[in-house]
Nanobody
Framework: QVQLVESGGGLVQPGGSLRLSCAAS????????MGWYRQAPGKQRELVAA???????NYVDSVKGRFTISRTNNKNTLYLQMNSLKPEDTAIYYC?????????????WGQGTQVTVSS
């Protein structure tokens, strides 16, 4: 069964931290590159952090130095540690393969987790 379940979002003040988790089915996670994506209101979904199966990471410039992506391969779990959060980080955050997993000709997405940064 294909599964992507994100959790850990919430409301946080600017400068605060959150840790997102993603439980993925092995068919999606195992031996593949993974990523965290986000979609802010009125904007396209973007890849913000990526990690290879071996653990090499890459980040979009806007989150470098603040976000850290990691994975636990034997648990099929992906994480995103977000520090020094800014209002512009407000978005729904999704995990997926990099590039996204395709099922039936369309990219498959979980429900995402809402992150709101506001005072």
């Amino acid at each position: 069964q294909v599964q992507l379940v994100e959790s850990g979002g919430g409301l946080v003040q600017p400068g605060g931290s959150l840790r997102l988790s993603c439980a993925a089915s092995g068919s999606i996670f195992r031996l593949t590159a993974m990523g965290w994506y986000r979609q802010a209101p009125g904007k396209q979904r973007e890849l913000v952090a990526a990690i290879t199966s071996a653990g090499s990471t890459n980040y979009v410039d806007s989150v470098k130095g603040r976000f850290t992506i990691s994975r636990t391969n034997n648990k099929n779990t992906l994480y995103l540690q977000m520090n020094s959060l800014k209002p512009e980080d407000t978005a729904i955050y999704y995990c997926n393969r990099n590039p996204p997993y395709v099922q039936g000709g369309n990219a498959y997405w979980g429900q995402g987790t809402q992150v709101t940064v506001s005072s």
